[in-house]
Structure formats: C-alpha cells, structure tokens
C-alpha cells in the first residue's frame, strides 16, 4: 500500500485529534510528513509531540513528496491556502465550510476540477457510526419514506467566542461554525436542498469580553453574525424540513435531529460527533435504540480526509466532496439571503448523494465480516 503524505496547515485546537489519529495508526493509508501555523510555539508543539517537520505553507507547496495537505485553519484563511495549494498540484481536504463568500466557494470548486484534484470538506462526521446507521435505517425502509425532518440547536456561544473570536466573524457565527454538521448529516441521507425561507436574528450585537483569561477580556466587540437562526427547507426529494439555531441561549447544549417516514421516526445522534445513539420509533411502539451498522464510533476526525487518501489511490470519487460541501454551504448562504430579502432562496447547485460506507466495519482494524475494504 502506498501512503498518501500528508501537511497539516494549521496547528490550532482541533489539529491535535487530526495528527494523533494519523500518526496513531487508525487511518493507515495517511503519513504525516509536516506542518505549519503562523504562531511558532503551537506548530513547534506539533512537531515536538509527533516528530514530523516544521514548514511554511510555501515550502509545502514546493515538495513534491507531499500529496495532500490538509487544512485546518479558521474560515477566513480556508480560500487562499486552499487555492495555493490547488495551483501547487496537492490535493487538499479542509475544515469547514469551504470558504466565506459564495463566490470563494465556487471558484475553489472550479480550480480543483480544472486541475484535476481532489478537493474534500469536513464534517467528517457524518462518515461516523451515528450517520452511517441512520443512513442505513432509511436505505432500509425502516421508516418508510421520509417525509420531513427537523435540525435543531441551542449553546451559548459566548462561553466559546471569546476565547475564539473568529466564531463571532463572517464566516462563522453558530450559522457556518454548527449548520454544517446538521445539513451534512440530512444532505448525506436526503440528498439536495431545493429551496429555503429563513429568518435570522442578532441579540445584543454589541458586548464586552467578560471570560478572565482571554486574551480580549474587557474589550468591547460586535457580533457580525447572527445568533438566532429559522428556516425551513424544501429537498429536492420533496422533504420538508425546518432548521433551528440558537447560540444565546444557556450554556448546555442541546440538539435535535430527526427524520420523519410514513412508517416510523428516526432520531439520529449529536452530528457534531461520531458514535452518538441513533433512535427508531414505529407505529404504537416504544423509540428504541438501534444497534450501530458502522464503524468510527469513537472520535475519528480525519476520517473524510482518510477516505478521500483511500479515493486518491483507487482512482475513485470521494465521499466528503467539494459538490455537497459547497451545497452545504450555499444552504447556509441561502438562509441569510432569505432572511435578508424577506422572500425564498432557491438553490443554484446540486451534488451527486455519497454512496454509504460499507457496514461491519468497526473502525478498529477489526471486522465483524469479511468485506474488501472499509473506506473502498
């Protein structure tokens, strides 16, 4: 087996999950050869802990060792790291979303087919057990045909915010940082969005830094994003849903996902994570917890980044693609245009539905049946 080597551009909070789980051996077809962060203690701490080189995004580009870079940077550095690595020749997978501006997105999307390359986008998650059983319940007909579906969150993103600034920012907000994980997940199961009408809300845009310990505590800031969010969706499929997103709220979070069948209820995990219990509900039945059908129970992050290296080498189409992530994307877009202009947003993209990943596997090396490949 040939290895894909791998650079990692970004050695913030989440980089450390992504580097343990290549070098650690749960995704073997990756070798991590690098990385790189403009703050030099975060990436000398990455290289101390897993013995790889310290490189600048330029020296990335230019070796030609290196396959695949995986960025992991905030929102705002997605669009040019993610094109100079593109026109370098590397294939890249990315942290979500895909860019800030629509038009970022597109042209992004365009680069990679131009040149040939394999663009993919995070969440990952929706590769997980929870999503991939859910998945498999409405492959099944277990409810029978889905009718609609419901998304829903609340957390108090001041907790994070503050600390991570970026989170109140264009491109981010409780909208683009959360609504991936939920509209990856029903995007995964029932395919296109169609149509979208929204209304968004900013509470209390101006505020002050109250988190002792961070590094703008007392500063003043205004939220650039709004922190209340409700749509409802329309698929392409004819599912109706609604999407609710509540980041002022109190400090324990809560979520909601579901999909509604002629035959029965699906209530599907946390999409923020990758083993959480998925739920079926039939007619005069209890809701009752569905065995797990797939592997990657525990925290696989990297998995999409894997599957795309397993997709470089068999020549195939990957999973977490560049098309669903920027539908995604645009979804998001679509809500802030609706809320905006007081009318329906109708989507301009499509993507082709992920086939879904074979089950048995457990993610850990082992298998409960023999199949060719988990990630082929």
């Known amino acids: 087996m040939q290895k894909i080597r791998t650079a990692v551009v970004g050695c913030g909070s989440i980089s ?9 051996g749960k995704f073997e077809i990756l070798e991590l050869a690098g990385c790189s962060d403009l703050v030099t203690e975060r990436m000398t701490r990455s290289t101390e802990k897993f013995g790889i080189r310290a490189m600048t995004l330029e020296e990335i580009c230019a070796d030609e060792t290196i396959d695949m870079v995986i960025c992991l940077t905030t929102p705002a550095a997605h669009y040019p790291i993610i094109k100079q690595c593109l026109q370098a020749g590397k294939h890249v997978f990315s942290e979500k ?41 409405v492959d099944a007909g277990l409810i029978g045909t889905p009718l609609s579906c419901r998304a829903s ?12 600034t970026h989170l109140y920012k264009k491109g981010a907000g409780i909208g683009f940082d959360m609504g991936g994980y939920y509209l990856t997940a029903l995007a995964a199961i029932l395919g296109p969005a169609k149509s979208i009408s929204a209304y ?4 209390q845009p101006d505020r002050v830094n109250t988190r002792i310990g961070a590094p703008d505590y007392g500063k003043a800031y205004t939220l650039e994003v709004p922190n209340v969010l409700t749509a409802a969706m ?6 109706l849903g609604t999407l609710h997103m509540n980041s002022d709220c109190i400090l324990d979070e809560t979520y909601g996902l579901e999909i509604y069948g002629t035959d029965g209820i699906l209530y599907m995990g946390n999409p923020n994570e990758f083993g959480n219990p998925v739920y079926l509900q039939k007619t005069m039945g209890e809701r009752v917890e569905f065995p797990l059908t797939h592997g990657f129970a525990d925290n696989a992050r990297g998995l999409g980044a894997a599957e795309m290296a397993w997709s470089i080498a068999a020549g195939r189409n990957h999973r977490a693609s560049k098309e669903m992530a920027y539908h995604v994307f645009e979804m998001m877009h679509g809500v802030m245009l609706s809320a905006a202009k007081g009318a329906p947003y109708r989507m301009q993209s499509t993507f082709e539905t992920p086939k879904a990943l074979p089950a048995g596997y ?3 090396g082992g298998w409960t049946r023999k199949e060719e490949s988990a990630l082929i």
């Open 97 to 137: 979303m895909i860019a800030v501006e629509l038009w970022q997105g597109q042209e992004l999307v365009q680069l990679a087919n131009e040149r040939g390359l394999h663009l993919g986008v995070a969440p990952d998650t929706f590769l997980g057990a929870s999503v991939q059983t859910a998945r498999y319940i």
């Open 234 to 239: 329309q698929y392409e499929s004819g599912v």
């Open 153 to 164: 969150i609340s957390r108090n993103y001041a907790i994070y915010g503050e600390f991570l």
């Open 200 to 203: 968004t809300a900013v509470h």
């Open 362 to 364: 457990m993610g850990d």
């Open 16 to 24: 450390d999950i992504y580097m343990t789980n290549i070098t650690g």
